[in-house]
């Protein structure tokens, strides 16, 4: 597969560059035998000086990007060409030696490149989406029974043990929903400057008369609003009861019930929103209409997802195979690792995160309400030999994709007998990985799954096997810190626990937030699954991640202050704690609320708040430097709980203990995925530091978050009858309230799982 070059247009090269071209090719005809698996460009490069004896080096721009190189006596210069090629990068004559550099103009072409091609992936989705609807026809009364009677149709069945998938028929029918064809409309009359700011930015909100933290919506969106608010009125009335059928009907406006508010639709239009906020990872954004009429109470809303990942649909790429070729066989070290980080089930080692939030408990005989902040997840870490645990505690020095990757690339090098350069990204650990795991995988094979999965570009020409990211900027914004990554592993492994200080160390060192699939994320739950469970993997959300940075860069002097009166000015902020704090409340799943409702982060899937409530509303202008942040530090009592036959361990309260035991007794809360959970087993007493946060940007406008701080004693772990009396004393306390409040009749209701 060939791969599509694109330059920087008015862009003259400079005569040294020039020049050290010529020069190069003078000076390095010399061939060379040289390979390494996965490492640094820095490092590579280093050890390639060695063997060609030339001194070569990398920019800073280029230098932790990954390579795997494979040279079977080859011209230094056609070495050096295919790298720079490869990497998107240049040689600059330096001195006796070369620099391999990137620069601004190669990286603004990457991005621009990338971000072409998710327009237009976009374009192709909304055309496509467009035609169906047009197929379709007209949303009236009876296409609106038929959909009422296809959702009722797939729940009951559900109901009665039936799946409901979320293709086929099911996404047919989001396509088609009053909200997505409204939506739909909007995007098909964005310019592409708007429809590049649904990839560019983490959230933006397009209206009617935009604030300056907003932008316009597109010409015709008040006749859409219209058409949305009838054609959602004739769904919602398709839903009432029949009389002498079944009165138990279902709607469904993308994932959510009836959309329809409480505005009063004779006063007409007031206010149109479309919210577009990534979710769910890099590869979706999630749009939500919100209409409203004049006194900003909503009159109807939905949402729609749409993909912005390059990925295509797997295709029947096929590769000529390698005469006598053999299966790729991984080391055991690989084949160990391969077997413990990839498809792992969920709940497993790489599972997901079974954490229960915000759960208030309350009976009639009991005062105040209790509050789980986290119950299960307790998943085992996975055992790994003396040597491979060294490694994987040393990601400085062996990189993750030194393993199954390099493995694989290599052997695929050696038995086509062509010379390679690999330049991978963090996501090729799990598809390289996954594609040789079973040991029985050819070259061949394993170039097509490459192919396949379509997330690098391969190029096979002549005596070169050429491998880079079909996406090289987002590669480089999402590559984790090995060096971070290194330092928070082993002081993890040494003291179980990673302190607040620590954790923000790790987060302020990395480019970009980490998804649940993250390189680095998987490494954490190979160490200490309990921790990554009850810390990294609920960081992914919300904006904890970006409380992390921030709270990173905080100085002694302003910490002191915080200390010492509660209260710190934004005018005492710096350029760079600014830019977190926009951030956060621009970005972020919940932001700014009015003060009398401002509460911890919630999560919001879909529209619906009033225009009123929208914060690029409410601060119009960015976040005021007159604003101040107020903070507290109250301690909890808790334990550090671990499995005594496995690593890892997580902080508890005695909310989250007291939980697990009622979800063992209460058959009505398995479905929380607690009861059937291998639970630890050793504890000690620990003290949980909970930071509160209370950003205030106006009298009325206030935005509430939380840090934990938990701090283990240096007790030794023990049962759990050994722990202190006056805690044991909570828990069972604490059991019995929420026995009571689980009770028949009692009004205590368990919530969905976020």
């Known amino acids: 597969m060939g791969r599509t070059k694109f330059f ?71 070495a050096l060409t295919k790298i720079a090629d490869t990497l998107h990068a240049e040689w600059r004559k330096e001195g006796a030696g070369y620099v391999l550099y990137r620069g601004t103009n190669r990286e603004k072409a990457d991005e621009q490149a990338e971000l072409v091609a998710k327009i237009q992936l976009i374009r192709n989705q909304i055309a496509d989406l467009s035609n169906q609807q047009t197929k379709a026809g007209e949303f009236d009364a009876k296409a609106a029974q038929k959909m009422v009677d296809e959702q009722s149709k797939m729940f009951s069945e559900a109901t009665n043990g039936g799946v409901v998938s979320l293709k086929g028929n099911f996404d047919d029918l989001t396509k088609s929903s009053p909200s997505a064809r409204a939506i739909v409309s909007l995007l098909r009359n964005m310019s592409d400057a708007q429809i590049a700011s649904l990839i560019t930015r983490t959230r933006v909100v397009f209206a009617t008369n935009p604030t300056r933290m907003q932008s316009p919506l597109p010409g015709g969106a008040s006749q859409i609003a219209n058409r949305f608010l009838n054609e959602q009125t004739t ?78 649909k797997p295709g029947s790429n096929s590769t000529p195979p390698i005469a006598n070729e053999k299966p790729i066989e991984l080391s055991p070290l690989s084949k160990e690792l391969a077997d413990i980080a990839v498809d792992a089930p969920a709940g497993g080692s790489m599972g997901a995160v079974k954490i229960v939030r915000g759960i208030s408990i309350s009976s009639s005989d009991s005062s105040g309400s209790f509050e ?60 390289m990985t996954a594609a040789v795991k079973g040991g029985k995988v050819v070259p061949s094979k394993f170039i097509e799954a490459l192919l396949r999965a379509d997330s690098s570009v391969v190029s096979i020409k002549d005596d070169w096997i050429q491998i880079s990211p079909r996406e090289p900027a987002a590669a480089r914004r999402e590559r984790t810190n090995r060096e971070a990554l290194g330092t928070a592993l082993r002081l993890l492994d040494k003291d179980q626990y990673l302190s607040l200080e620590q954790l923000s160390k790790y987060a302020i060192a990395q480019k970009s937030q980490p998804q649940m699939d993250d390189l680095g994320v998987k490494y954490f739950h190979l160490i200490d699954t309990p921790f990554a469970e009850s810390f990294l993997d609920d960081l992914s959300f919300g904006s904890g991640w970006q409380m992390l940075q921030l709270y990173a860069t905080f100085s002694r002097t302003q910490r002191d202050e915080i200390a010492q009166s509660g209260r710190l000015p934004f005018a005492k902020f710096d350029a760079r704690q600014m830019a977190v704090l926009n951030d956060i409340v621009y970005n972020s799943p919940d932001g700014p609320q009015r003060d009398s409702q401002a509460r911890d982060v919630v999560f919001r899937f879909g529209g619906g708040d009033s225009p009123l409530d929208e914060r690029t509303i409410m601060l119009p202008y960015g976040v005021p430097r007159d604003g101040y ?34 979800s063992r007794e209460d058959a009505n809360l398995a479905g929380l995925g607690l009861a059937g959970e291998s639970q630890p087993d ?12 209370k950003f205030m940007f106006a009298p ?13 004693s240096n007790a030794p772990f023990a049962n759990y009858d050994k722990l202190p009396y006056d805690f044991r004393k909570q828990v069972d306390e604490k059991l019995e309230a929420m026995r009571k409040g689980f009770a028949p009749g009692s009004g205590g209701a368990v919530p969905p799982m976020p």
């Open 8 to 78: 920087v247009t008015g862009v003259a090269l400079p005569l040294q560059i020039l020049a050290a071209g010529i020069s190069m090719a003078q000076e390095t005809g010399a061939k060379v035998d040289f390979r390494n698996v996965a490492a640094p460009v820095k490092s590579v490069l280093e050890e390639l000086s060695k063997a060609a004896d030339t001194s070569l080096s990398a920019a800073p721009d280029v230098a932790s990007d990954i390579i795997v190189l494979n040279l079977k006596g080859t011209p230094l210069n056609e």
């Open 235 to 312: 769904l919602s009335n398709a839903t009432k009861p029949q009389a002498g059928g079944n009165n138990r009907r279902v709607v469904i406006n993308g994932l959510g019930g009836d959309p329809r508010g409480d505005g009063d639709p004779k006063l007409g239009i007031g206010h149109i929103m479309l919210i577009a906020q990534s979710r769910f990872g890099r590869s979706n954004v999630n749009l939500d209409l919100v209409v409203s009429d004049p006194n900003g109470k909503v009159l109807v809303s939905g949402s729609y997802f749409l993909s912005t990942s390059l990925l295509k």
């Open 372 to 431: 789980v902040i986290s119950a299960g997840g307790n998943s085992k870490t996975p055992k790994m030999s003396d040597e491979l645990r060294e490694r994987v505690l040393n990601p400085n020095k062996y990189d993750p994709l030194s393993f199954a990757p390099s493995e694989a690339l290599l052997a695929t090098s050696d038995q086509s007998s062509k010379n390679l350069v690999a330049y991978l990204s963090d996501d090729d650990f799990k598809t």
């Open 629 to 662: 942040l107020e903070s507290t530090n109250k301690v909890a009592d808790g334990v550090q709980a671990k499995h005594s036959d496995s690593a890892g361990s997580k902080f508890m309260t005695a909310d989250s203990l007291a939980f697990i035991r009622i």
């Open 682 to 693: 050793q504890f000690r007493i620990a003290k949980e530091h909970r930071l509160s946060f």
């Open 700 to 712: 009325q406008i206030a935005m509430n978050r939380q840090l934990t701080d938990p701090i283990p």
